[in-house]
């Protein structure tokens, strides 16, 4: 997806390495899941909302695929959207999620992934607040966040550890 109202958040070539994890480093990766991470990551669930670890988080930071350690979002573009799931504005780099159309539930929505592990984050939707109009709407449990200045996961071992 290129989305222009994303062209003036953070729509740029990416500093990471965006090669997927081979089959038998995403065992490994999936393998240091709690049952709930991997429902939601691997097989695209949803956690229950206003439950999420991060729905109340306001640090300053990132917040990075709990599965590969890819940087998300940052804590800037976090808002309080009502509905009960940690939502962003913008996401970290537009290259570092994948668009893919969900009609699950007599719906048509637009599912978020990691570009690099393939791992189900949330979904955006077009009534977020300015200045990109969307609400990236994310599974806390599909996340880990990194506090300003802090180095981020690596678990790839591709030193990709500062944001």
Same mark, same amino acid.
């Given at each position: 997806?290129?989305?222009? !109202?994303? &062209?003036?958040?953070?729509? #740029? ?12 480093? @995403?065992?490994?990766?999936?393998? *240091?899941?709690?049952?709930?991470? !991997?429902?939601? %990551?691997? #097989? #695209? ?8 670890? $991060?729905?109340?988080? *306001? ?7 709990? @599965? ?5 979002f940052r ?16 996401? +970290?780099?537009?290259? #570092? %999620? *994948? ?5 699950? +539930? ?6 978020? !992934? ?21 609400? $990236?709407c994310i599974?806390s449990v ?7 200045? &802090? ?9 990709? &550890?500062?944001?």
């Amino acid at each position: 997806m290129t989305d222009p !109202r994303l &062209e003036s958040a953070h729509a #740029h070539t990416s500093d990471f390495d965006l090669t997927p994890p081979s089959p038998e480093q @995403l065992q490994a990766l999936a393998a *240091k899941l709690d049952p709930e991470a !991997r429902r939601v %990551l691997l #097989h #695209h669930g949803t956690e229950a909302p206003f439950c999420g670890a $991060f729905l109340d988080e *306001k640090r300053k930071g990132v917040f990075a695929c709990r @599965l590969c350690g890819l940087p998300l979002f940052r804590g800037g573009e976090k808002f309080d959207s009502g509905t009960g799931w940690p939502s962003f504005t913008a996401p +970290y780099d537009e290259t #570092h %999620l *994948k668009f893919v159309q969900d009609t699950s +539930y007599g719906m048509v929505r637009t599912e978020i !992934r990691c570009a690099r592990c393939d791992g189900h984050q949330g979904h955006v939707f077009d009534d977020g607040p300015p200045p990109t109009g969307l609400r $990236f709407c994310i599974n806390s449990v599909s996340l880990d966040f990194v506090p300003e200045g &802090e180095r981020l996961p690596d678990p790839l071992g591709r030193g990709e &550890e500062f944001a």
